[in-house]
């Protein structure tokens, strides 16, 4: 680039390309009467006017200098244009450049700022035509140090630059994400950190702007995920961190898990499958720290087929995977065999199961540590069946076992083996029922022959005596004692209809205290006389009834408590089964009710309590309040009167919480008919009522001494009515809507009055004023309390002429 300081003016005075002038011809080639040429004056003028004027000058190489020269010297604001079109804008100095400068070039780029020895140095700004700008430090011509780079499509690069294309820092999009590293040519580096809007992080590998490479993205939710990725997602081996300290390890592909993956629970657990788009897909193997492990297959996602688990000592669980663990029906296997089926939940079996052996043995019921343990039944290969209780894998409390001979015993065994009381039935019909002890017949006991012969008791030998039990052919049987040949005392009674009683008897019949159970479930608890209840008792009866008081003649009877499966109950007195008397019945919905019954519905007086806190008192026939009564509510309201269905109905007396009083009729809970209603600000009304509401005839006297005879609707004056005032006024006529409105008669307490039409509360159409002695005081049409259009009266009745001037009638 051409310095500035060879800047020479463009000779003029006809000087050769060196600036040299051409010599003076010799003296003698002269005439004797030229004069000398002196020239010194001309350029002394000529230098003076190049330093003081502005020049345009076209230098040799075709650039062109426009400004000041001094001593051949650029000086002051000057530009400088080149041949390939770039110009200078600046300030010379002693032909140096100083201060701010801009250089514009042909493809319209434009550089503003400091040079110092013909380089921008110090803060500047180029703008491009592309819409790119750089503003910021420059060193040696080129941008270096702090800067900010701007593209047109909002972009922004901020930080220190080594030159136009390279530096590090900060570049935000208008989108809000935002990058954190280096540039280099003009484009961002392979690696850096990136934020979104929202929330998301990256730190790693870049291309494009985008996650590429290895890095780190964190995620709102506190998740990490390590790896690699490809154009923003994640792509090819990486590790996910979750905030519950949870990892997943895969290979991902478009963000999405690929292939095979392991995950790791904070607990320990670590499982191995298999991924397909994101969804786990084919076997997965979880292994807990404790050594167990569980097998699940997967199709899209979802579990396929049953699970299974393998604990380290060869124990195998296999079921349906729900909600994250084995639930439901599954099948524990174990190492010598052994098969466990029943509902489980995880590897905890809930409720019964049933439990296989490996030599044909099978236990159905409830297990316990993964042995038999309470109700149950066990199988064995030769048709010998137990069922019963068991404890700690071994028959243990009341149970039934038969015999693959046909063998029969039901009773109490221990450790396996039978012991207290049992009852044996032999292959031939043969059966015996007594006390054993260490599987032999011990104590008291009972044999039953083929021919439907049955005997309990004490047995000497083989011989029964005393304490006993019988059975019939017919199928009764008794167990207890036995006197001439019959039940008495204590004893236990089976009936052909599967109902059996436990009690006393008394020669053959229940007596006493004793208990009598159906099949369906029914059972009565207590005293008996002559085989029927009598006295004390409880009884479930059908439909789950509950029954606890007093017999008589196999009757409810007397004082007691009868109970309904629908929450129902009543407590009080009976008479031939039903509730008759005193008593309290309590309902589901929270009603109340103390009183007089009668077939089992209230009859009589009683007091009726709701759940929203109301409390009737009266009169009630046939289970409705009917009559005379009260009525209590909770926000302190009182009812006294009548009722027809749990409804004020006929004559009563009202007072509500805020001191009203109400007297007088009510038609279904509200007044209706005549009555009188006083309200706490002194009002009173009596007249007629409908649907709680003033309507028809009334009278209505207000504190202030003012009232209304006449008619209402809607508790509003309605129709024909009389209004006094205190002061002596008075209205009558007609009304609507508590306004006078129709013919009417208003007289002011000096004795004049209007005779005429109203409306909304004012004369309005014919009408006259009298004064107090009667005689005509003006007469025409009114509007609105105006006299708008007078009539004159011909006669000698009335002294005065009518007047149109506006006077107020009222």
Same mark, same amino acid.
């Given at each position: 680039?051409?310095?500035?300081?060879?800047?020479?003016?463009?000779?003029?005075?006809?000087?050769?390309?060196?600036?040299?002038?051409?010599?003076?011809?010799?003296?003698?080639?002269?005439?004797?009467?030229?004069?000398?040429?002196?020239?010194?004056?001309?350029?002394?003028?000529?230098?003076?006017?190049?330093?003081?004027?502005?020049?345009?000058?076209?230098?040799?190489?075709?650039?062109?200098?426009?400004?000041?020269?001094?001593?051949?010297?650029?000086?002051?604001?000057?530009?400088?244009?080149?041949?390939?079109?770039?110009?200078?804008?600046?300030?010379?100095?002693?032909?140096?450049?100083?201060?701010?400068?801009?250089?514009?070039?042909?493809?319209?780029?434009?550089?503003?700022?400091?040079?110092?020895?013909?380089?921008?140095?110090?803060?500047?700004?180029?703008?491009?035509?592309?819409?790119?700008?750089?503003?910021?430090?420059?060193?040696?011509?080129?941008?270096?140090?702090?800067?900010?780079?701007?593209?047109?499509?909002?972009?922004?690069?901020?930080?220190?630059?080594?030159?136009?294309?390279?530096?590090?820092?900060?570049?935000?999009?208008?989108?809000?994400?935002?990058?954190?590293?280096?540039?280099?040519?003009?484009?961002?580096?392979?690696?850096?950190?990136?934020?979104?809007?929202?929330?998301?992080?990256?730190?790693?590998?870049?291309?494009?702007?985008?996650?590429?490479?290895?890095?780190?993205?964190?995620?709102?939710?506190?998740?990490?995920?390590?790896?690699?990725?490809?154009?923003?997602?994640?792509?090819?081996?990486?590790?996910?961190?979750?905030?519950?300290?949870?990892?997943?390890?895969?290979?991902?592909?478009?963000?999405?898990?690929?292939?095979?993956?392991?995950?790791?629970?904070?607990?320990?657990?670590?499982?191995?499958?298999?991924?397909?788009?994101?969804?786990?897909?084919?076997?997965?193997?979880?292994?807990?720290?404790?050594?167990?492990?569980?097998?699940?297959?997967?199709?899209?996602?979802?579990?396929?087929?049953?699970?299974?688990?393998?604990?380290?000592?060869?124990?195998?669980?296999?079921?349906?995977?729900?909600?994250?663990?084995?639930?439901?029906?599954?099948?524990?296997?174990?190492?010598?065999?052994?098969?466990?089926?029943?509902?489980?939940?995880?590897?905890?079996?809930?409720?019964?199961?049933?439990?296989?052996?490996?030599?044909?043995?099978?236990?159905?019921?409830?297990?316990?540590?993964?042995?038999?343990?309470?109700?149950?039944?066990?199988?064995?290969?030769?048709?010998?069946?137990?069922?019963?209780?068991?404890?700690?894998?071994?028959?243990?409390?009341?149970?039934?076992?038969?015999?693959?001979?046909?063998?029969?015993?039901?009773?109490?065994?221990?450790?396996?083996?039978?012991?207290?009381?049992?009852?044996?039935?032999?292959?031939?019909?043969?059966?015996?029922?007594?006390?054993?002890?260490?599987?032999?017949?011990?104590?008291?006991?009972?044999?039953?022959?083929?021919?439907?012969?049955?005997?309990?008791?004490?047995?000497?030998?083989?011989?029964?005596?005393?304490?006993?039990?019988?059975?019939?052919?017919?199928?009764?049987?008794?167990?207890?004692?036995?006197?001439?040949?019959?039940? !008495?005392?204590? &004893?236990?009674? +089976?009936? @052909?209809?599967? $109902? /059996?009683?436990? %009690?006393? =008897?008394? *020669? #053959?019949?229940?007596?006493?205290?004793?208990?009598?159970?159906?099949?369906?479930?029914?059972?009565?608890?207590?005293?008996?006389?002559?085989?029927?209840?009598?006295?004390?008792?409880?009884?479930?009866?059908?439909?789950?009834?509950?029954?606890?008081?007093?017999?008589?003649?196999?009757?409810? !009877?007397?004082? &007691?408590?009868? +109970?309904? @499966?629908?929450? $129902? /109950?009543?407590? %009080?007195? =009976?008479? *031939? #089964?039903?509730?008759?008397?005193?008593?309290?019945?309590?309902?589901?919905?929270?009603?109340?009710?103390?009183?007089?019954?009668?077939?089992?519905?209230?009859?009589?007086?009683?007091?009726?309590?709701?759940?929203?806190?109301?409390?009737?008192?009266?009169?009630?026939?046939?289970?409705?309040?009917?009559?005379? &009564?009260?009525?209590?509510?909770?926000?302190?309201?009182?009812?006294? %009167?009548? =009722?027809?269905?749990?409804?004020?109905?006929?004559?009563?007396?009202?007072?509500?919480?805020?001191?009203?009083?109400?007297?007088?009729?009510?038609?279904?809970?509200?007044?209706?008919?005549?009555?009188?209603?006083?309200?706490?600000?002194?009002?009173?009304?009596?007249?007629?009522?409908?649907?709680?509401?003033?309507?028809?005839? &009334?009278?209505?006297?207000?504190?202030?001494?003012?009232?209304?005879? %006449?008619? =209402?609707?809607?508790?509003?004056?309605?129709?024909?009515?009389?209004?006094?005032?205190?002061?002596?006024?008075?209205?009558?006529?007609?009304?609507?809507?508590?306004?006078?409105?129709?013919?009417?008669?208003?007289?002011?307490?000096?004795?004049?009055?209007?005779?005429?039409?109203?409306?909304?509360?004012?004369?309005?159409?014919?009408?006259?004023?009298?004064?107090?002695?009667?005689?005509?005081?003006?007469?025409?049409?009114?509007?609105?309390?105006?006299?708008?259009?007078?009539?004159?009266?011909?006669?000698?009745?009335?002294?005065?002429?009518?007047?149109?001037?506006?006077?107020?009638?009222?």
């Amino acid at each position: 680039m051409l310095s500035p300081k060879q800047v020479k003016p463009i000779p003029a005075d006809g000087a050769d390309a060196q600036g040299r002038h051409p010599e003076p011809e010799p003296a003698e080639t002269q005439t004797a009467s030229t004069p000398a040429i002196d020239l010194r004056g001309y350029q002394l003028q000529l230098n003076e006017l190049i330093q003081h004027e502005r020049l345009r000058v076209h230098l040799q190489d075709g650039s062109i200098f426009e400004g000041k020269l001094f001593d051949g010297l650029p000086q002051g604001d000057a530009s400088w244009t080149q041949p390939d079109g770039i110009r200078i804008e600046g300030r010379w100095q002693a032909g140096e450049l100083i201060g701010e400068v801009r250089v514009s070039y042909p493809d319209g780029c434009i550089f503003q700022g400091q040079v110092l020895d013909g380089y921008a140095q110090g803060s500047g700004k180029t703008k491009r035509p592309n819409g790119m700008v750089y503003e910021g430090q420059y060193q040696e011509g080129r941008p270096k140090g702090l800067g900010r780079l701007t593209w047109p499509d909002g972009r922004a690069f901020e930080g220190r630059f080594e030159d136009e294309a390279n530096g590090f820092g900060r570049l935000a999009w208008p989108d809000g994400r935002v990058f954190q590293g280096r540039l280099r040519d003009g484009e961002l580096a392979d690696e850096g950190e990136l934020t979104w809007p929202d929330g998301r992080s990256y730190r790693g590998a870049l291309w494009m702007a985008e996650p590429n490479g290895q890095g780190e993205m964190r995620s709102p939710d506190g998740s990490v995920h390590l790896g690699a990725f490809k154009a923003g997602q994640a792509n090819g081996p990486g590790e996910r961190q979750y905030a519950d300290g949870s990892r997943f390890v895969a290979h991902w592909r478009s963000g999405l898990a690929e292939g095979e993956a392991t995950s790791f629970a904070p607990d320990g657990i670590r499982t191995v499958g298999h991924w397909r788009r994101g969804k786990r897909d084919g076997d997965a193997l979880s292994h807990w720290p404790d050594g167990r492990q569980m097998l699940v297959t997967w199709r899209d996602d979802v579990a396929q087929g049953l699970a299974t688990m393998t604990w380290p000592c060869g124990k195998q669980l296999t079921g349906p995977w729900v909600d994250g663990r084995i639930r439901g029906m599954a099948c524990l296997r174990f190492p010598d065999g052994r098969e466990l089926q029943g509902q489980f939940e995880g590897d905890l079996l809930r409720g019964p199961g049933k439990l296989s052996w490996p030599d044909g043995r099978v236990y159905t019921g409830q297990i316990s540590k993964e042995r038999p343990q309470g109700q149950g039944s066990m199988h064995w290969p030769d048709q010998t069946e137990y069922v019963g209780q068991f404890d700690d894998g071994v028959p243990q409390g009341d149970g039934r076992l038969r015999s693959a001979s046909g063998n029969l015993f039901i009773g109490r065994f221990e450790r396996g083996e039978p012991a207290g009381f049992g009852t044996l039935t032999l292959a031939d019909g043969t059966s015996y029922a007594g006390d054993w002890f260490q599987a032999a017949i011990r104590g008291r006991g009972s044999m039953v022959w083929p021919d439907g012969r049955r005997y309990q008791g004490p047995f000497e030998g083989h011989t029964p005596k005393g304490e006993g039990s019988l059975h019939w052919p017919d199928g009764r049987s008794y167990e207890g004692y036995i006197e001439q040949g019959r039940p !008495h005392k204590q &004893g236990v009674m +089976r009936l @052909p209809d599967g $109902r /059996s009683y436990v %009690g006393e =008897f008394e *020669h #053959g019949r229940f007596h006493g205290e004793g208990i009598l159970s159906w099949p369906d479930g029914r059972m009565y608890c207590g005293s008996w006389q002559r085989g029927r209840r009598h006295g004390q008792g409880l009884a479930i009866l059908e439909s789950g009834l509950r029954y606890e008081g007093d017999w008589y003649r196999h009757r409810m !009877h007397g004082q &007691g408590h009868l +109970r309904w @499966p629908d929450g $129902r /109950s009543y407590l %009080g007195q =009976f008479e *031939h #089964g039903d509730p008759q008397g005193l008593g309290q019945m309590d309902l589901p919905d929270g009603r109340h009710f103390e009183g007089h019954f009668s077939a089992g519905v209230p009859q009589g007086q009683g007091i009726l309590r709701l759940a929203d806190g109301r409390i009737f008192q009266g009169h009630w026939l046939e289970g409705e309040l009917i009559g005379e &009564g009260s009525l209590k509510s909770i926000d302190g309201s009182i009812y006294k %009167g009548f =009722f027809l269905g749990h409804e004020p109905h006929g004559q009563g007396r009202l007072k509500t919480a805020d001191g009203s009083l109400y007297e007088g009729s009510f038609e279904h809970g509200k007044p209706q008919g005549h009555g009188c209603l006083r309200s706490p600000d002194g009002r009173v009304y009596r007249g007629l009522f409908h649907q709680g509401h003033a309507e028809g005839q &009334g009278d209505l006297q207000l504190s202030d001494g003012r009232r209304y005879v %006449g008619g =209402f609707v809607a508790k509003h004056f309605h129709g024909h009515g009389s209004y006094y005032w205190p002061d002596g006024k008075s209205y009558h006529g007609q009304w609507e809507q508590d306004k006078r409105c129709g013919r009417g008669v208003y007289t002011l307490s000096d004795g004049s009055r209007y005779v005429g039409f109203f409306e909304a509360d004012q004369p309005h159409g014919l009408g006259m004023l009298y004064d107090a002695k009667g005689q005509v005081k003006q007469a025409g049409r009114w509007v609105n309390n105006r006299l708008v259009e007078p009539i004159k009266l011909q006669t000698k009745d009335y002294p005065f002429e009518a007047r149109n001037d506006g006077a107020d009638a009222v």
